[in-house]
């Protein structure tokens, strides 16, 4: 898989999507990758989303007469014929805290105190918590059912807006044998679609143990390695009798690499070609590699695990 990271908001909305679209295929890839287009919460973040089931508004044309519904699919269609599939990214870990799902599901959540938990993570010995997202209780919810089959409604909507595959956001927080049923019965009326996980932050057995649920690809951590340590080739050996490996050198969720580098062009050609290298079965690129672009992909938006 080559891919090439489109991030909505620095492309503007679904109708400026094609030239961005051209230029990916001219580069000779074959799969663009697209952040969350959903409804956010208030914090504006693409990976808090508020509403499943509606677009997100910045990526709306305002003056176009089509719905956003058909606007996004004109986008991906426009793809379609340049031989590009489109991947979207599946948040379903987490989702806004101040969507409705909080108060209409309450059971659906994750409880602290009596509240629902926000998720957190530990970064350089403190706690960071990200109080602009709700986290799903997919462990011990008290309707399984109602929350498996919530999702699997998000996943339809999106394929029937387009989107052939899913970059699957924090894969290894949800259980393997809820990934491997929605896998298993998505495909049974769908059977191209095509599931990748993200496991950015986790263990080298959380990503085996992810891998192991059905998923086509595995995005490994290769941008990390210095060349010397000994765990890159140690979760490779893990992995790869069960899923290939998505490798990049740069992402929506890390610094620039144009800044990490300081400008040498020379070094920003030879993490790429280490990372197609690496991965032979599938590499990367987000918007604005091509040229050097010194600002995060993201451009605000808070990296999540």
């Known amino acids: 898989m080559l891919i090439y990271n489109l991030f909505p908001l620095l492309a503007g909305p679904f109708g400026d999507w094609e030239p961005h679209f051209k230029r990916a295929a001219d580069m000779g890839f074959d799969w663009i990758f697209v952040n969350p287009v959903q409804k956010p919460g208030s914090s504006g973040s693409l990976y808090s989303i508020a509403d499943y089931f509606k677009l997100n508004p910045l990526m709306v044309d305002p003056a176009s007469k089509l719905s956003p519904e058909q606007q996004i699919k004109g986008a991906l269609a426009a793809a379609d014929r340049l031989g590009l599939k489109v991947m979207v990214d599946l948040v379903i870990n987490h989702c806004a805290f101040d969507s409705e799902l909080t108060r209409q599901h ?8 009596g509240d629902i938990a926000h998720p957190s993570c530990m970064e350089d010995g403190r706690k960071v918590v990200w109080g602009d997202l709700a986290r799903f209780n997919h ?4 309707d399984p059912e109602g929350l498996y089959r919530y999702f699997y409604q998000i ?12 970059r699957c956001d924090a894969a290894y927080q949800i259980p393997g044998h809820i990934w491997g049923r929605l896998i298993r019965e998505i495909r049974q009326k769908y059977p191209d679609t095509v599931f990748t996980a993200e496991t950015l ?3 080298a057995d959380q990503t085996k143990q992810t891998a192991q649920a059905g998923f086509d690809y595995v995005f490994n951590s290769s941008k990390w390695w210095d060349f010397h340590g000994a765990w890159l080739l140690e979760q490779y050996q893990l992995v790869r009798d069960i899923a290939p490996s998505i490798s990049f050198a740069e992402s929506h969720d890390t610094d620039r690499l144009f800044q990490e580098v300081n400008g040498n062009v020379a070094a920003m050609k030879q993490r790429y070609l280490f990372s197609a290298l690496f991965s032979a079965s599938g590499v990367m690129m987000p918007i604005g590699f091509e040229y050097g672009f010194p600002s995060p992909v993201a451009c605000g938006q808070h990296p999540l695990q």
């Open 106 to 113: 309450r059971e659906w959540f994750m409880q602290e105190n």
């Open 139 to 142: 462990q011990h919810t008290s």
């Open 155 to 166: 996943v339809e909507f999106l394929l029937e807006l387009g989107f052939k595959g899913f």
């Open 201 to 203: 932050g986790c263990t």
